[in-house]
């Protein structure tokens, strides 16, 4: 029961402090403030439901924050420009943004919103992995500072 508790408060945690993963390249800094801060309000809704029993995957907003910097490195193809623009109406919308009608975007084909689906799952899965990642080198740090300090013990070959 401790180690489900442990890993609620872990996520819980993980909300605020996680990493935004982002599609790498020159944009990622142009995240606009409300799409992060739409992340965070969207992972404490996915820790509520995770509480309640289901799968825990990444945010619309998370998908989002992903995906908009790739469409700034190169060109969409159809099923991906179709998915940007509905989770941008999706996160847009939740957020109180106008969304011009000419690109809302309301629902998704089976087949993108599989595409979608793995993309979140992707997500969480390398959010998660990145916070075990400097969990582990914060810790190799702390031993190695906590090395540094102990005294040196000198053989005097008695």
């Known amino acids: ?6 890993k609620h408060i872990d996520d819980l945690v993980g909300v605020f402090t996680d990493s935004i993963i982002v599609f790498p390249g020159g944009w990622q800094n142009d995240i606009p403030e409300w799409i992060k801060e739409r992340i965070t309000l969207e992972r404490l809704i996915m820790n509520m439901r995770v509480l309640k029993g289901e799968k825990p995957t990444g945010t619309d907003a998370e998908a989002l924050a992903y995906i908009m910097p790739a469409s700034l490195e190169f060109p969409l193809d159809g099923d991906w420009t179709q998915i940007y623009l509905y989770i941008a109406t999706k996160v847009c919308s939740a957020a109180g943004k106008e969304v011009p009608g000419d690109i809302r975007v309301e629902s998704l084909n089976d087949y993108q919103m599989g595409i979608l689906n793995h993309l979140k799952q992707w997500l969480y899965e390398h959010r998660i992995k990145v916070r075990l990642e400097r969990r582990r080198a914060a810790k190799r740090e702390a031993k ?11 053989g005097l070959g008695f």
């Open 144 to 154: 190695e500072i906590e090395r540094a300090k102990a005294p040196v013990q000198l």
């Open 1 to 6: 029961m401790d180690n489900r508790i442990d």
